[in-house]
Structure formats: C-alpha cells, structure tokens
C-alpha cells in the first residue's frame, strides 16, 4: 500500500463516515459524565460535590482496545442570601487511546454553570452551562510500517517512510453550551425529572493531522438529554435516563434505567443500596447495569453486548466501563429542607 493511501485511510479510521466530521467519544454511564454531556446538568444531585473517574475498555476482542480514563469534579456555592440560586463549578479530564498506531485523546474540560431557582412549590431549577475545553490529538509513528522500509524482502525499519508524513501531535481548542431544566411532581415531590439541550465545539476546530488539508473538522455535536427518579417507598425507587446524539452523520440513542433497593440506616441516614437495570444504545448494544452505593460512595459496572454488525467479529463482546464516585457536604449543618437542584 502506498504512503498516500495509508494516510487516507488512516484519517479516515479516525474520523467519522464523512471525511468533514470527527466523532466524539462516548460512554455507556453517560449520565456520570455530565460535562460531556450537558454543562447545565452539573450541579444537579443532592450534596454539595461530586468526584469520580470512569474507566472504559472496549473491542479488545477483535484487535487493539479502546482505552478511556476520565476523571472528573463538580461543587456548587449558593450566591444569594437565601441559598436558593447556586453556581456550579466543574471540570473532567479525560485521555482516550485507540488502535495500532495509538491514537491518543487527551481533553481538559472545565464548565460553569448558573442554578436559577424559580420560586415554586416544585423545587423548579433553570440552568444555563458554559464549557471551555482543550484538545490534544497523537500517535506514534514508530509503530507504522510503509512500503519503503521493506526492502529486498526484509523489513528494514532505519529506512523510514520515504514520504512526507503529517503532523503526530495536533492541539486545539473547543467550546460548548447548554440549558436544562430540573423540578419534580407528587404531592410529596417523589417524582423527580430533568430536561437538557446541549452542543459542543462551536469553534468547529481542525481534526486533521495534515497541515494541507483543513478539511477534516469537529463537527457541531448536539445532545438531547432527560432523566426521570421515582421514589416508591422508604426502601424501592426507580430511575430513567435517555440520551439523543447528532454529530455530523453520526446519531446515536441510547435509553434505559434500573432499579434501586436502599434502605435506611438506623440514624435515618442512607446506607447500602443495590441498583440494577440495563441501557440500549439503538441498533449497537444491549448494556446491563449494576451499581453497589455505601453511604455517599458508589461502584458501577456496565458491559456491552454487541447487538451491531459487528457482532460476527466481536462475538457480541463490545465494552467492560467501571466508574467510582463520592458526593458530600461541605457542613454538618446541611439542612436538607433548603432549596437546591437535585436528582
């Protein structure tokens, strides 16, 4: 194969079906990566912070794996007397390898964002999110071959690529957007909803390792975000979540929830609690779910089953991700009859 074609078709592995869009990554959890997904979701739970780190390895079946890590924080600070209007102060960094070239992402994204209570008997919240991020994109020559280093019949690796190979690093930068809206229904407020609209890279920033050819660019990503928790009884609740992507030719929808058995400590305090259920990703992946809580800790494990395509290949093995988070108060004092976004 020629430099040239092994070029393009490298470009093109790292892009999305269209040669104008390169595709984000995503998650199976997406729910805990809020500053990916919408930065006017951050802030919405009910502690003062959250903290945590998700990691994700995916189509080590049929070839090189996907590896993603992230870890991310969120915190909210009342800004009005009567601690009911928050601001939300949140960052993720994540780093995403891939393929045999080892194609590295690194991002760094912190996110703001405005609780404005409504003043309702429902609790009602409409958030406003701001997301800055910076991007960086590599690989490693040194684990690609070209035909001029085959000479002879042997491979002869200090001849080099006899080519002039594009860029191996590319930084940019990025910039998002989003709104949502939080409240809740029942006579005792058990049922508790969000709606969000986001998008992300604005700045529709070069994704190309060519210096020549511009062409390749982060197309605008547009999410589509609700979420639903229903509280039954002191011990049982459910929770829903769905999710709309649209990224240049790229849709994906996934959709799902799982159920929750926590009781109550002895000091009326949360203790340890099971949840189970399962997610859908159209046409891609059926995701059972299992997430284990303690207190104000918690450990999720997700896997795909590959349900694409690609199943004859994967035998349906798609993607193990684990996540770890905690949330808490920053007082002892906390009143918990206060208003303030949560889910």
């Given at each position: 194969m020629k430099m040239k074609n092994m070029v393009l078709l490298f470009l093109l592995l790292v892009s999305t079906s269209r040669p104008t869009a390169a595709q984000d990554i995503h998650f199976s959890q997406f729910y805990e990566t809020t500053v990916l997904r919408n930065p006017a979701?951050?802030?919405?739970?009910?502690?003062?912070?959250?903290?945590g780190v998700v990691y994700r390895n995916q189509w080590s079946s049929i070839g090189y794996p996907y590896k993603t890590m992230v870890a991310s924080a969120e915190t909210r600070y009342a800004i009005n007397h009567s601690q009911t209007d928050f601001l939300t102060?949140?960052?993720?960094f994540y780093s995403d390898k891939a393929g045999q070239a080892a194609l590295k992402t690194t991002g760094f994204y912190p996110a703001i964002n405005y609780?404005?209570?409504?003043?309702?008997?429902?609790?009602?919240?409409?958030s406003l999110g701001f997301v800055g991020g910076f991007l960086q994109r590599s690989y490693d020559l040194d684990k690609l071959t070209f035909d001029n280093q085959y000479q002879g019949g042997l491979f002869v690796p200090s001849a080099g690529a006899g080519e002039q190979l594009p860029l191996a690093k590319l930084s940019v930068w990025d910039l998002g957007a989003g709104v949502s809206f939080n409240s809740s229904l029942g006579s005792d407020n058990q049922l508790v909803y969000f709606a969000g609209l986001s998008a992300y890279h604005f700045t529709q920033a070069r994704a190309s390792f060519s210096e020549t050819d511009p062409a390749l660019t982060?197309?605008?990503?547009?999410?589509?975000?609700?979420?639903?928790?229903?509280?039954?009884?002191?011990?049982?609740?459910?929770?829903?979540?769905?999710?709309?992507?649209?990224?240049?030719?790229?849709?994906?929808?996934?959709?799902?929830?799982?159920?929750?058995?926590?009781?109550?400590?002895?000091?009326?305090?949360?203790?340890?609690?099971?949840?189970?259920?399962?997610?859908?990703?159209?046409?891609?992946?059926?995701i059972p779910f299992l997430k284990l809580e303690y207190r104000r800790q918690s450990l999720g494990l997700s896997y795909d089953i590959n349900t694409s395509p690609l199943k004859v290949a994967s035998k349906m093995r798609g993607g193990l991700e684990l996540?770890?988070?905690?949330?808490g108060f920053f007082s002892k004092q906390y009143d918990d009859k206060r208003a303030c976004p949560r889910f």
């Open positions: 979701l951050s802030g919405i739970f009910s502690e003062d912070f959250k903290a102060v949140s960052a993720l609780n404005k209570f409504l003043e309702d008997e429902h609790n009602s919240y409409l982060m197309a605008t990503r547009w999410n589509l975000s609700a979420g639903m928790n229903l509280v039954l009884d002191d011990t049982w609740s459910v929770q829903l979540h769905g999710n709309f992507a649209l990224q240049g030719a790229y849709k994906e929808t996934v959709a799902g929830g799982f159920l929750r058995w926590g009781p109550l400590d002895q000091s009326n305090q949360k203790g340890f609690a099971l949840n189970g259920g399962a997610f859908y990703r159209l046409g891609d992946a059926l996540t770890a988070f905690i949330t």
